[in-house]
């Protein structure tokens, strides 16, 4: 199993960033996928999901700004990343729903002016 998240970065307040996470070694079309994400001295967090059929599941906290979305043929899926702010610096990673494959590395996203 690999978990392979990228298009993190440094961005300002306001700004915008599209991460994608590649996976590989499940039946990707059959799970639900989850973002997360681990800020500086806090634990790791759900902060959206998307089922086999597309539906979506948001953190309140990002509800509004962050849009998850995913590519079946590609075995990938995708946050987009809006109106950001700086308590969403984090390192952000996918995996199933249930959270219980072996993470990968992560991206890191710092919103920072």
């Known amino acids: 199993v690999q978990l392979q998240a990228s298009g993190g970065g440094l961005v300002q307040p306001g700004g915008s960033l599209r991460l994608s996470c590649a996976v590989s070694?499940?039946?990707?079309?059959?799970?639900?996928m989850g973002w997360y994400r681990r800020a500086p001295g806090k634990q790791r967090e759900l902060v959206a999901y998307v089922t086999a059929r597309s539906n979506t599941y948001y953190a309140e906290s990002v509800t509004g700004r962050f849009t998850a979305s995913r590519d079946n043929a590609k075995n990938t899926v995708y946050l987009q990343l809006n109106s950001l702010k700086p308590e969403d610096t984090a390192v952000y990673y996918c995996?199933?729903?249930?959270?219980?494959?072996?993470w990968g590395q992560g991206t890191q996203v710092t919103v920072s002016s």
């Open positions: 995996n199933v729903y249930a959270g219980n494959l072996p």
């Open positions: 070694g499940i039946i990707f079309s059959r799970s639900v």
